[in-house]
């Protein structure tokens, strides 16, 4: 079983501050995907990285894949209380026909 | 399109009762994923189909769970006798054909609440 972890599990910053999640595993994944979830919703796809070392830039989120493809990061700069919400990475892998595995997500609180 | 479209949007039943979840995969997509979202255990994958066929249930938790998908525009997530423990949010997904970058598009949900 391919797990991922995230780090951290909750995170309350203010309005205004930079923060960092992360995504780790043991495993190499094939690809990537951030994906952000509101209450009461489901999932909804922010990104998707399948290139070791790649960075993608959407507006204020940086999201990037690491070398060795085990591990991303997500990066935001100036959180909004927009942001707000839990940020979950998934891992998909041709062996496993591209099945998604997701970590537990960051719960990330914006106060204003 | 109206997107992943599942019901009930919340379900509470006793202990002991079946319960019956419903989904509805956006049109043209080739695979439908039923999870299951706790606190404890995060979103966690039961069932994977593609083209109506099942390929992976190794995360259906025991026999109780029986999951179907008899056309391309349905699928039915059954558990039969329900129990506190299966007290979560389950979500239905649908993608194209499963490839390196492919979007997985959630429903809303089901809340489903055993007493």
């Known amino acids: 079983t391919q797990l991922l972890e995230q780090s951290p599990q909750f995170l309350s910053i203010q309005e205004g501050e930079n923060l960092t999640v992360y995504c780790n595993s043991s495993?190499?994944?094939?690809?990537l995907q951030w994906y952000r979830q509101e209450p009461g919703e489901g999932p909804v796809l922010l990104v998707t990285?399948?290139?070791?070392?790649e960075v993608k830039k959407l507006k204020r989120l940086t999201f990037q894949f690491g070398d060795a493809r085990k591990d991303s990061s997500l990066h935001i700069t100036a959180a909004q209380p927009g942001d707000t919400g839990l940020y979950l990475c998934?891992?998909?892998?041709?062996?496993?026909?591209?099945?998604?595995?997701f970590g537990k997500g960051t719960l990330l609180t914006v106060n204003p | 399109d109206a997107g992943v479209i599942q019901s009930p949007r919340h379900e509470v039943t006793e202990m002991g009762q079946e319960v019956t979840l419903r989904c509805k995969p956006i049109?043209?997509?080739?695979?439908l994923f039923w999870y299951r979202q706790t606190m404890m255990r995060g979103l966690e994958l039961l069932i994977y189909?593609?083209?109506?066929?099942?390929?992976?249930d190794s995360g259906m938790p025991e026999d109780r769970f029986s999951a179907k998908m008899p056309n391309a525009s349905f699928s039915t997530l059954k558990i039969q006798p329900s129990e506190p423990r299966d007290s979560a949010v389950y979500f239905c997904?649908?993608?194209?054909?499963?490839?390196?970058?492919?979007?997985?598009?959630f429903g809303q949900g089901t809340r489903l609440t055993v007493v």
């Open positions: 997904a649908s993608t194209r054909q499963p490839a390196m970058n492919t979007e997985a598009f």
């Open positions: 495993s190499v994944f094939s690809s």
């Open positions: 990285v399948v290139t070791g070392g």
């Open positions: 998934a891992g998909a892998n041709l062996g496993s026909n591209y099945k998604l595995t």
């Open positions: 049109s043209g997509h080739n695979s």
């Open positions: 189909f593609n083209n109506n066929v099942p390929i992976d």
